[in-house]
């Protein structure tokens, strides 16, 4: 039997003892990619579309 089944990623990372580190990082990873996104011009970001909108209501 595999000892790997029923556990999640969060646990391999705490037997890991890298969870914190990991965590972190993405944390950095998302505010440096929102800081960028903030300061491309208005032409430069991405519009909504007509499928990103239906997307949204969850059909």
Known sequence: MNKHIGSDFDDFLAEQRIA????AAALNRVISWQI?????????QKAPSKVDAYQSHGR
Do not use: G, N, R
């Open 36 to 44: 960028a996104e903030a300061m491309k011009p208005e032409s430069d």
């Open 20 to 23: 914190e580190e990991v965590s």
